[in-house]
């Protein structure tokens, strides 16, 4: 479910498996690796695991660690333009510190409430 940010409430949380891959990596393009991810919006940052069996694997097992995490912080999120992926429902994330992702999603509603999730969460940001 979705938490939305708001001064007068908790932090963005929410978690789910996605579809992601780098594109871009400190603003040096590189080759694309799709991987399915367990992912978690904490606050401003977004945390993502290579998923083995979905949504049990993160927490509190020993692949517990992040592959990687970006900071939403000054990014900004988009739909993605047919030439960056054959894909549908692909959301292009860019991070201030030219990280680049992909994040995907066979499910509508699903990749629809990540979009609005991140969208509001650097909007909210912007507005601190
Ligand atoms: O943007 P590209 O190069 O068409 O991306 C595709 C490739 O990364 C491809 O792997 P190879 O580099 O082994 O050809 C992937 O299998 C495809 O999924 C990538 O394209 P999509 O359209 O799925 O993002």
Same mark, same amino acid.
């Given at each position: +479910?979705? /938490?939305?940010?708001?001064?007068?409430?908790?932090? +963005?949380?929410?978690? =789910?498996?996605?579809?992601?891959?780098?594109?871009?990596?400190?603003?040096?393009?590189?080759? *694309?690796?799709? &991987?399915?991810? !367990?992912?978690?919006?904490? =606050? $401003? #940052?977004?945390? $993502?695991?290579?998923?083995? =069996?979905? #949504?049990? @694997? !993160?927490? =509190? #097992?020993?692949? @517990?660690?992040? %592959? $990687?995490?970006?900071?939403?912080?000054?990014?900004?999120? %988009? !739909? &993605? @333009? *047919?030439?960056?992926? #054959?894909?549908?429902?692909?959301?292009?994330?860019?991070?201030?510190?030219?990280?680049?992702?992909?994040?995907?999603?066979?499910?509508?509603?699903?990749?629809?409430? !990540? /979009?609005?999730?991140?969208?509001?969460?650097?909007?909210?940001?912007?507005?601190?």
């Amino acid at each position: +479910s979705t /938490y939305v940010l708001d001064l007068n409430d908790k932090p +963005s949380e929410k978690c =789910g498996v996605l579809n992601v891959t780098k594109i871009t990596e400190n603003g040096k393009r590189v080759r *694309k690796n799709w &991987a399915s991810s !367990w992912t978690v919006l904490q =606050g $401003f #940052s977004l945390l $993502f695991a290579k998923g083995q =069996g979905g #949504s049990t @694997s !993160w927490f =509190g #097992s020993n692949q @517990s660690k992040p %592959e $990687f995490t970006v900071d939403l912080r000054g990014g900004s999120v %988009e !739909w &993605a @333009s *047919k030439d960056k992926s #054959s894909k549908k429902h692909v959301i292009e994330l860019k991070t201030r510190q030219g990280t680049e992702l992909l994040i995907q999603s066979e499910i509508d509603s699903v990749i629809n409430d !990540w /979009y609005r999730t991140l969208t509001e969460t650097i909007n909210t940001h912007q507005a601190l």
